[in-house]
C-alpha cells in the first residue's frame, strides 16, 4: 500500500519532471533542538542543466546545495523520513501539503494551486554591472548571497543590490576625502557583515588602499563565523571583534560606520566617532523610541502626535533632523538622504557626517535644537546628553 509520503514524493517528482513545479517547503522539524530550521526547494536552470536547489536555513545563515533532479528528489524524501514533519509542495496544478506526526499518523491533502503562474525552471539574473562582483567572489558565496556557480540567488537580489548601493554611497563619499593611500574603519553592530565584507573588498580591491576594518558585534557565533570567512578570503587586514558600541574604546579612527543600531545606540556610535574625531561618520538609524516617548507637544502639532502611526513618523524625522543639528555643532558637514527604496527596507534614512575644517558658528545649532525640542516638548535627545551641550 502507497502511503502518504510515498504519493507525496511521486506528485514531487512528476511537478519536477513536467516543469511545474513553482517550490517545496519543508518543516516542522522532528528534533526541536536541531539548528536546522526549514528547507526552501525550487527549480533552477543553470548552464549544466535544470537542477533542485536547496536552501538550508539556519538561525545565523543559509546555505545553498544544488541536486541533480534524481538526488535531489532521494534527499527531500530521506529528510522528510528523518528531519522534518511536513512539506507543502506548489505546482502550477495544484498544492500539495503533506502533514506527518511522531505517532506515524500521515495526511496528504490536495488543494487548488495558489501559484499556478509561478512554475518552471527560473533562470538566473545576468551578471549587471555592479561594483561587488557575485562570481568568484569567496565571501558573496559563504555568507549565502551567491551559489557555487557565483550566481545570486533569487531570495537574496535585494541583499546583493543594497550591498552595491552601500559601496556606491561610500565611493561618493570618499571622493571628497583623501585618505592618503591607507584608512582605518570601525563599523559599529557589524551583524553578518553583509557590508562590512563588501566595503573591505572595496577599499582594498578596487581603490587599492591600506584598509584596517574592524567589526564590532555582541554574538559571539557570528563573529566566529565572520572571521573564519574573512580568512578564507584572504582578507588579512579585516577583524571581527566582541563588544556593544556603548562599551567599545575606539581608538582613532578614520570612519566610523553604525548601520540599524537600534534606537539610543545610533547615539552611541555617533558619540564614537565624534571623540575618536572620524572624518567620515555614517549612521543608518533603526527605531526612535526615546524621543517617541517623549513628544507630547502642547500646541497644535499634538493634532499630528495622537495618531500611532503619524507619532511614529514624526519621531523619526525629529530625532534624525536633531542628531544632524547636533553633528553640525561639532563640526561636521552633514547629508541626510534615502539608503535605499522602501521596497527592500522601511529603514532608509542614512546620516552622513563628513569632518570640516570650515569655520562654523556652534551656538546657531544648537539653538535651533533648543528651539525643536521645546516645540515638541522634548526634555532631552540621548545625543545631547552625551555631548553634554
Known amino acids: 500500500m502507497i502511503t502518504s509520503l510515498d504519493q507525496f514524493i511521486d506528485d514531487f517528482q512528476s511537478a519536477t519532471n513536467s516543469k511545474n513545479l513553482v517550490k517545496l517547503t519543508l518543516g516542522s522539524k522532528r528534533n526541536k533542538e536541531a539548528e536546522l530550521k526549514n528547507v526552501f526547494i525550487k527549480l533552477v536552470a543553470l548552464k549544466t542543466g535544470d537542477k533542485l536547489s536547496f536552501v538550508y536555513r539556519y538561525p545565523t545563515s543559509d546555505i545553498t546545495k544544488n541536486f541533480d533532479i534524481r538526488e535531489g528528489i532521494a534527499v527531500t524524501k ?41 512554475a518552471g525552471a527560473q533562470q538566473h539574473d545576468k551578471a549587471k554591472a555592479r561594483i561587488i562582483k557575485a562570481g568568484n567572489n569567496t565571501y558573496l558565496q559563504q555568507l549565502g548571497i551567491t551559489t557555487a556557480e557565483g550566481l545570486v540567488k533569487k531570495d537574496m537580489q535585494d541583499k546583493y543590490r543594497q550591498i552595491n548601493r552601500y559601496v556606491e554611497i561610500i565611493d561618493g563619499i570618499l571622493k571628497e576625502l583623501n585618505f592618503n593611500g591607507a584608512i582605518n574603519v570601525t563599523d559599529m553592530g557589524s551583524g553578518k557583515g553583509y557590508l562590512t565584507f563588501a566595503l573591505y573588498d572595496y577599499l582594498t580591491a578596487t581603490l587599492k588602499l591600506q584598509a584596517n576594518v574592524s567589526g564590532i558585534e555582541m554574538r559571539e557565533d557570528l563573529i566566529h563565523t565572520c ?80 495618531h500611532g502611526i503619524l507619532l511614529e513618523r514624526q519621531s523619526e524625522m525629529v530625532t534624525d533632523t536633531i542628531r544632524a543639528l547636533l553633528l553640525e555643532a561639532s563640526g561636521y558637514k552633514t547629508k541626510v538622504f534615502e539608503f535605499i527604496g522602501t521596497e527592500h527596507t522601511p529603514k532608509n534614512v542614512m546620516i552622513v557626517g563628513l569632518r570640516s575644517n570650515h569655520p562654523f558658528d556652534k551656538s546657531e545649532y544648537l539653538e535651533k535644537v533648543k528651539s525643536l525640542k521645546a516645540l515638541f516638548n522634548i526634555q532631552q535627545h540621548y545625543l545631547d546628553k552625551l555631548l553634554a551641550v
Open 227 to 306: 572571521n573564519k570567512i574573512a580568512a578564507a578570503a584572504g582578507f588579512e587586514d579585516l577583524h571581527f571583534k566582541k563588544g556593544t558600541i556603548a562599551d567599545t574604546i575606539l581608538p582613532s579612527t578614520d570612519m566610523l560606520i553604525a548601520l540599524h543600531a537600534c534606537d539610543t545606540a545610533t547615539d552611541d556610535a555617533i558619540y564614537k566617532g565624534i571623540q575618536a574625531n572620524a572624518k567620515v561618520i555614517i549612521a543608518a538609524p533603526c527605531c526612535h523610541k526615546q524621543i517617541r516617548k517623549q513628544m507630547k507637544p502642547d500646541n497644535v502639532l499634538s493634532a499630528i502626535t495622537k
Open 78 to 118: 530521506k529528510m522528510l523520513q528523518e528531519e522534518f514533519f511536513n512539506a507543502d509542495l506548489f505546482t502550477a496544478t495544484n498544492d500539495f501539503h503533506l502533514l506527518q506526526r511522531s505517532d506515524g499518523f500521515a495526511k496528504l491533502v490536495t488543494k487548488p494551486a495558489s501559484l499556478p503562474g509561478k
